[in-house]
């Protein structure tokens, strides 16, 4: 079993910054991939960032640029790195864990941007 907890989330200005974190539980951490995904209003869930076990990174289109996800296997903890934020990145925040067919979710963080 693998717990997910994840912190790091708020209000900020646009423009601002924000640096998630989300630390995981269990032995399986640094052989999963790790992603984070958002919910906004009203929006289904999407796939923001991802990082393999070997630390290979994808991003969506729209956080290109301006967000960095990172993974400390030592530490059990994933990073989402948010810079430029715009007001479309508000949502929910969700830490995911993907390992052999088997999916885990944190409970998530709100991020809200706005002025």
């Known amino acids: 079993q693998v717990q997910l907890l994840e912190s790091g989330g708020g209000w900020v200005q646009p423009g601002g910054s924000l640096r998630l974190s989300c630390a995981a539980s269990?032995?399986?951490?640094?052989?999963?991939?790790m992603g984070w995904y958002r919910q906004g209003p009203g929006k289904q869930r999407e796939l923001v960032a991802a990082?393999?076990?070997?630390?290979?990174?994808n991003y969506v289109d729209s956080v290109k640029g301006r967000f960095t996800i990172s993974r400390d296997n030592a530490k059990n903890t994933l990073y989402l790195q948010m810079n430029s934020l715009k007001p479309a990145d508000t949502a929910v925040y969700y830490c995911?864990?993907?390992?052999?067919?088997?999916?885990?979710w944190g409970q998530g963080t709100q991020v809200t941007v706005s002025s």
């Open positions: 269990g032995t399986i951490f640094s052989f999963a991939v």
């Open positions: 990082i393999s076990s070997g630390g290979n990174t």
């Open positions: 995911n864990a993907y390992y052999r067919g088997d999916s885990y």
